[in-house]
């Protein structure tokens, strides 16, 4: 989809602010009401916006472990990673899950309460997916930068 300078400025704004009101939002992007509600339906419609959401402080909802578990499986079958990917979609504390080429073929981002919580996700759930042949974890000290906008370029 092609986007315009207003469009991609609504798309920035929504970013960082989603609960903006359409009467702020217009005023924003220097448009009256009816077109920037048209604008953003459209681009709701079109599937640019996917969703809206709140983002909540990991820490302050009781998960301080965050690591990335790289996951490397067995030469399987169709079944078997279909299996795989519906028991990681399944699993709440996995919050991303990526398809890596190079060295693993998954690359998970798991949160947890402590470290005896992520061992018992490791070792009792994550370990015991379908087609797994082994993990490896490293551990986020701190998050630099996370949840940034995407970038949105516009002609």
């Known amino acids: 989809m092609q986007l315009d300078r207003t469009e991609c400025e609504i798309l920035r704004i929504l970013q960082k602010e989603g609960r903006l009101s359409i009467v702020d939002l217009a005023s924003r992007v220097s448009l009256s009401e009816s077109p920037t509600f048209r604008r953003v339906k459209a681009l709701e419609q079109a599937g640019v916006i996917s969703s809206y959401s709140a983002r909540l402080d990991q820490r302050m909802v009781g998960l301080q ?12 079958d169709a079944a078997t990673l279909r299996t795989f990917l519906a028991q990681v979609e399944a699993e709440e504390y996995i919050v991303e899950c ?58």
């Open 98 to 155: 990526h398809g890596m080429s190079g060295a693993c073929d998954y690359l998970l981002k798991v949160v947890a309460t402590s470290m005896d919580h992520f061992s018992e996700l490791c070792m009792q759930r994550i370990l015991n997916f379908a087609g797994v042949k082994n993990i490896e974890s490293q551990f986020s000290l701190w998050a630099v930068k996370q949840d940034a906008p995407l970038p949105v370029a516009g002609s």
């Open 65 to 76: 472990v965050t690591a990335f578990v790289q996951i490397i499986l067995e030469k399987g």
